[in-house]
């Protein structure tokens, strides 16, 4: 499968219109597109707590109970500093200086993940390919969860939306361990080839994960023991992965999001790639300000992946503009109230399209 075509819509003005609305508001109240002090405060205090935390935990041995609470919110950290500072770090909308935001993106290594490959697999394809089947690697879980109808259906998925839970806390394990040398090896992403990597990458590729190896694993068996090392890192390995699944599935794979099939024949998406990724994206709970400043400002997802390179703290003001254009073109715009609705219905989008 080659990677689909968007429409070209002409005399289609909305994009056009939609980028002219935003730039006239940056213009207009003289803000950069970056980060500011807020965002780069919250970046250091983020990755201090982590630090301490981690310091604590294994060189000061608090009572269990501790312990466990402190691997509970180095979960919630890793998943929190992924979201504020590798996120829009990787988009280039972190900070202006190009060099903080290759340090902000590649910030991913020292939890385990790596930067390059979530650039391809992130940047490149699905903010480019949302909910396309074969070539999201997002909603490519298959077989254990089908995600769209075009997925092929197996008997268990009757059960996905009950054992799906726990498969999410898995992501960040399967990330670490699996993923990120699937892609290295195949140098792919699904169907889609990985650019060259250089010398220096791949050097870089393999200290990340070695580095990452032996301050999560070999360092705390030595100092604690391999039980105690074992139960602390997955509370914070799986906490992390159900965190950081919960948020990036509820903005795509919920009832009301879209999952185009490109035609047959000319493999093109019928639609112009502005409007597919309204119609394949979903925001929840933007009224929440504790939720946005812990998500990064995921939860506007639509605004994300319409202005990539817009830092998330501009968000709620930009969301103002892209909803009043949607509803000035006729186009839904998808949000829910609160995150507990866009839970429940992501549920039930799970559950039909495994009875479906």
Known sequence: MATPKFLNVKGSTFHQELKKRVNDYFVETKKSVHGNFSLYFKAVLLWSLYIALYIHVLFFTPANWIAILECFALGGLTASIGFNVMHDGSHGSFSKSKFWNKIAAYSVNALGASGIMWNNKHNIIHHTYTNIDGVDDDI??????????????????????????????????VWVFESDFRKYFSKKVGIVPIKKMSTFEHIAFWVAKAGYYFMMIVLPIMLLGFVKWLIGFLIIAMFAGFVLSIVFQLAHTVEETAFPVPEADINRIENEWAIHQIETTANFATKNKLISWLVGGLNFQIEHHLFPKISHIHYPAISKIIKQTCQEYGIKYIEYRRMRHAIVSHAVHLRNMGRA
């Not at 769209?148 to 394990?173: A, G, M, P």
Request: glycine share 0%; proline share 3%; with cysteine.
């Open 140 to 173: 490519e879980i298959k077989p254990m969860l089908r995600m769209c109808s075009s997925q092929k259906k197996y008997f268990i998925h009757r059960f996905q939306h009950i054992y799906v839970w726990f498969l999410y806390t898995l992501l960040l394990l």
